[in-house]
T-cell receptor, first 111, second 113 residues
Framework: GQNIDQPTEMTATEGAIVQINCTYQ??????LFWYQQHAGEAPTFLSY????GLEEKGRFSSFLSRSKGYSYLLLKELQMKDSASYLC????????????FGTGTRLQVFP | EADIYQTPRYLVIGTGKKITLECSQTMGHDKMYWYQQDPGMELHLIHY???????EKGDLSSESTVSRIRTEHFPLTLESARPSHTSQYLC????????????FGPGTRLTVT
């Protein structure tokens, strides 16, 4: 079966650091994506991990452990505009066209 | 900057009407996708296409149909709208080769009364 788990909601303070976790149990694995989605808007691509380790891109970093079926998105120096939903999506093997999405984590950043 | 467009952005329509949701992209991407997303829920793939004249059904059963006559255009049609079709519909596209990052359009929020 396919299952992706993320916390439903998180809150944080402007300037702080927040870590959003994602665990997955899928029939195989061929890459993990993180997307940001502001309310009423389209998801936008943040990061892609296919090998174990940390990928850093500015204030955002994403980590993957394939043996643990685990990823996290780390947001540093939080800004008010970071208030959004963060979607974890896994691409199963043998079918590079499909992404399996989690329900997303809604992050609220307070001043 | 991704260039993928959807029209209309919002649509309220009565039961039984036929509707077409438009999606166009100017990036020359071969792959295109339609997702359905209810508030607070995950995206579900309903249709995708590898290129012109290619259409495939996704994981979520849908009564909609799609066509791909031109690379840049991937419209979705509901022959007879029902209240159960009320949802947000998101179109996306990606290149033929990896890492297959998908670019999303702004979405169409459909309400069927």
């Amino acid at each position: 079966g396919q299952n992706i788990d993320q916390p439903t909601e998180m809150t944080a303070t402007e300037g702080a650091i927040v870590q959003i976790n994602c665990t997955y149990q899928t029939s195989g694995f061929n890459g993990l994506f993180w997307y940001q989605q502001h309310a009423g808007e389209a998801p936008t691509f943040l990061s892609y991990n296919v090998l174990d380790g940390l990928e850093e891109k500015g204030r955002f970093s994403s980590f993957l452990s394939r043996s643990k079926g685990y990823s996290y998105l780390l947001l540093k120096e939080l800004q008010m505009k970071d208030s959004a939903s963060y979607l974890c999506a896994v691409r199963p093997p043998l079918n590079t066209d499909k992404l399996i999405f989690g329900t997303g984590t809604r992050l609220q950043v307070f001043p | 900057e991704a260039d993928i467009y959807q029209t209309p952005r919002y649509l309220v329509i009565g039961t039984g009407k036929k509707i077409t949701l438009e999606c166009s992209q100017t990036m020359g991407h071969d792959k295109m996708y339609w997702y359905q997303q209810d508030p607070g829920m995950e995206l579900h793939l309903i249709h995708y296409s590898y290129g012109v004249n290619s259409t495939e059904k996704g994981d979520l059963s849908s009564e909609s149909t799609v066509s791909r006559i031109r690379t840049e255009h991937f419209p979705l049609t509901l022959e007879s709208a029902r209240p159960s079709h009320t949802s947000q519909y998101l179109c996306a596209s990606s290149e033929l080769v990896g890492p297959y990052e998908q670019y999303f359009g702004p979405g169409t929020r459909l309400t069927v009364t």
